[in-house]
């Protein structure tokens, strides 16, 4: 069974990832497999504790606690995950994206991404949007992981506001990926869905809705306990996304770019939302 992965290395927002992985992970019904990249012993420096150092001494223990620290923090957020971990050599990067292709979606947190030395192509966040084989999810700010309830669903937020998830839609034919995946994520948390399109007047002066009506009625009919709203948005594609989002649980946009030069090149607007979101974006592969 493909697992939900999470890659993490020493900082809060990578724990922060752990939680929304392990919450996520109890959801679907999959094992939660937590990475850690060790990329020392590509550099050919000492990995044991230094001389008259204690034995706990050194970067590979180091490691080994970057991981148990992350086991820890999934059992606690959710403790009917089933958790395992992994320290494979080499570079982050490089070993996400060979983990994601035996991965139900993979998880990361946004340490970097909205800094100057977090830029594209230097964020790995970034980076595995484009080049991961399946779904990504990138843990932004403060967000927390929706509690888990009976039947695998879960509420938004017990006792507070409604946070809906939020679907950047292109138009029907395309988005049928991100649409399927913001329904399910909807379904399985209890969350209204809200389809936001950003799209130009049309002849007659208005505004087009994200899906002609009896594709909005397809997808009401395959998810039925799933509240689907949609709204068009206007301004650049990007901005306009991250600001109806402001309030989302989770933002769901679609990326067309295999390479992650032809996203820099062209502007994408996954790209845009992975640096200025206020929530966890899921960037998902679509038809270029």
Do not use: Y
């Not at 779904?135 to 700010?141: E, I, K, L, T």
């Not at 029907?172 to 007047?201: I, K, N, W, Y």
Request: with cysteine; net charge negative.
């Amino acid at each position: 069974m493909n697992p939900v992965t999470v890659g993490v290395d020493d900082s809060e927002d990578s724990l922060r990832a752990v939680e929304w992985a392990a919450a996520e992970a109890v959801r679907r019904g999959r094992p939660l497999l937590i990475v850690h990249a060790f990329i020392w012993p590509m550099l050919n420096v000492p990995l044991g504790p230094a001389p008259g150092a204690p034995p706990e001494g050194g970067l590979r223990h180091a490691a080994e606690r970057v991981l148990d620290n992350a086991a820890a923090r999934a059992r606690a957020a959710a403790p009917e995950a089933e958790v395992t971990t992994e320290m494979p050599e080499g570079e982050p990067f490089v070993a996400l994206v060979r983990h994601s292709r035996h991965a139900e979606l993979l998880v990361v947190g946004s340490r970097g991404l909205g800094e100057v030395g977090g830029l594209l192509l230097s964020s790995v966040g970034a980076r595995l949007a484009i080049e991961a084989a399946c779904p990504v999810v990138v843990v932004r700010g403060s967000a927390k992981p929706d509690e888990p309830v009976a039947g695998g669903t879960a509420d938004a937020r017990p006792g507070g506001p409604v946070m809906p998830v939020v679907a950047g839609v292109a138009g029907p034919g395309d988005s049928e990926a991100v649409l399927a995946f913001a329904c399910a994520h909807a379904a399985r948390t209890g969350q209204p869905l809200m389809l936001a399109h950003a799209g130009a007047a049309g002849p007659d002066g208005h505004a087009r809705p994200p899906l002609p009506e009896p594709d909005l009625a397809r997808w009401r009919k395959r998810f039925p306990t799933v509240t689907i709203d949609q709204e068009t948005l206007t301004g650049r594609p990007g901005k306009a996304l991250t600001d109806a989002a402001s309030s989302a649980s989770l933002l769901v946009v679609g990326s067309h770019h295999h390479h992650e030069l032809s996203a820099l090149w062209h502007g994408s607007v996954s790209q845009h939302v992975l640096h200025h979101a206020t929530c966890p974006v899921a960037i998902v592969r679509t038809a270029p």
